[in-house]
């Protein structure tokens, strides 16, 4: 491993250190003011590596899911509205019957789930989006290391082994 390698790996435990000193020391600042600094960012780069760069702006079914997730954002019903855009965009985009069938199914569990307890869904999906969005972004098709904004990623994947 190169010198920068470990530079990122300390820095990303150095992060993880002060995320956890702060979580535990002062919980309501972080929940107060951690949505616009480090939400914020988040939400943009999520729009480029996984709308803009892939061109999916041009997908109707994109629309449609926004749509949906607008709609029912105005009638408070938080991560709910996110799932059922899952269930429209999965049953609106190419592929097999079986593949968005599937999806669409499992976000209809994940739907009457959430119905039971709104609260905690909204809680769960706070703490595990990320892996839940790679996960299903892996399951898809899509390859990640385009995604990821590491150029050393990146690079090393397009070499020759």
Request: aromatic share 8%; glycine share 8%.
């Amino acid at each position: 491993m190169s010198n920068r390698e470990w530079r990122i790996a300390g820095g990303g435990l150095a992060l993880l250190g002060a995320a956890l000193l702060s979580a535990t020391t002062l919980p309501l600042l972080l929940l107060a003011v951690g949505p616009l600094i480090w939400g914020v960012p988040h939400l943009v780069a999520d729009i480029r590596y996984l709308v803009a760069r892939p061109r999916l702006y041009r997908a109707k079914s994109l629309y449609v899911a926004a749509a949906v997730v607008a709609g029912l954002s105005m009638f408070g019903f938080g991560v709910r509205a996110g799932i059922a855009a899952a269930m429209v965009t999965a049953m609106l985009s190419p592929g097999s019957l079986r593949r968005r069938a599937t999806i669409a199914a499992i976000a209809g569990l994940l739907f009457i789930l959430a119905q039971r307890s709104p609260d905690n869904a909204n809680i769960v999906f706070l703490h595990a989006h990320n892996p839940i969005v790679a996960t299903t972004a892996s399951w898809s098709g899509l390859d990640l290391a385009t995604f990821a904004g590491s150029p050393s990623f990146a690079a090393r994947r397009s070499q020759p082994r």
